[in-house]
């Protein structure tokens, strides 16, 4: 097994599968019209998790892909991770009874921490917290707003609450494949002890291949988006290189068709 968790990323809008640059919903590229056969895509390359993302539902509030999210629940088995608009209790609830693995928790970690206390009781292992950093203070809202708080001053907030991982993003890298904030990243998870999963900007094998470096080794997971889909990261190669059967990285020839993609 990997000791990095590779997580491939399905961001919804408006029922499709986008990606964003920066987190601007005005700039979103749709890689396909069904979320589900993307979904069943990477589970057929090999990926055994899934980060997905309600876009819509980050800057609503509450889940306004619900019925995407439905038919990749009713289509895969693998685990998935969520985040997106989930700021209540009831919200939670409802998407862990659906199957989801776990939920990942964002704006409301800010603004309501009691929520994730609360929730982290209630479901052990089964609640994230989402850390967005922009310009080195946390972003709320889908990345609309900016609050006074740190990375690290949010982490250490639920040091003691029992949250399975934090996802934590450099928007300012975010779906312009310049490579993972690795120093960041790396600062958070050794100024907390709860789980960091890596996300934003990752770019090539070469980032893969920097993932098995041994400071590394305390990394949870990273998540990868534009550039699968792009095909600059060939997944056959980059699971093996995290699973130690490459040594040294090769780039990828060309793209794999992302399922469901509009004409």
Not at 68 to 93: D, F, Y
Not at 105 to 128: H, K, M, N, Y
Request: proline share 5%; hydrophobic share 45%; glycine share 10%.
């Amino acid at each position: 097994m990997a000791s990095v968790i590779l997580f491939p990323a399905i961001d919804l809008k408006e029922g499709r599968c986008v990606r964003l640059i920066q987190g601007d919903m005005k700039q979103a590229t749709v890689f396909s019209d069904s979320p589900a056969d993307q979904a069943a895509s990477f589970v057929e390359q090999g990926f055994e998790w899934l980060h997905i993302v309600d876009l819509d539902g980050a800057f609503a509030g509450r889940p306004m892909n619900a019925e995407a999210v439905e038919a990749i629940l009713k289509r895969v088995s693998i685990p998935i991770q969520l985040g997106g608009g989930i700021r209540e209790m009831r919200t939670i609830e409802g998407w862990l009874s659906k199957g989801v693995r776990r939920v990942i928790i964002g704006t409301a970690a800010v603004r309501d921490p009691g929520l994730v206390r609360e929730a982290a009781r209630v479901f052990p292992g089964q609640i994230a917290v989402g850390i967005d950093a922009k310009d080195g203070r946390v972003a709320v809202d889908g990345w609309a707003q900016s609050s006074s708080m740190t990375a690290e001053e949010l982490g250490r907030r639920f040091e003691d609450a029992g949250v399975a991982a934090i996802i934590y993003t450099d928007i300012s890298r975010d779906g312009i494949l310049k490579g993972l904030n690795i120093p960041m990243t790396l600062a958070l998870a050794e100024a907390v002890s709860i789980p960091v999963i890596a996300s934003g900007g990752l770019a090539s094998l070469a980032d893969i291949e920097r993932l098995t470096a041994p400071d590394c080794a305390r990394l949870a997971g990273a998540i990868t988006g534009r550039a699968l889909y792009d095909g600059r990261i060939d997944p056959v190669e980059a699971l093996a290189l995290l699973r130690g059967e490459r040594k040294a990285v090769t780039l990828a020839t060309g793209p794999v068709p992302p399922a469901g993609t509009a004409a």
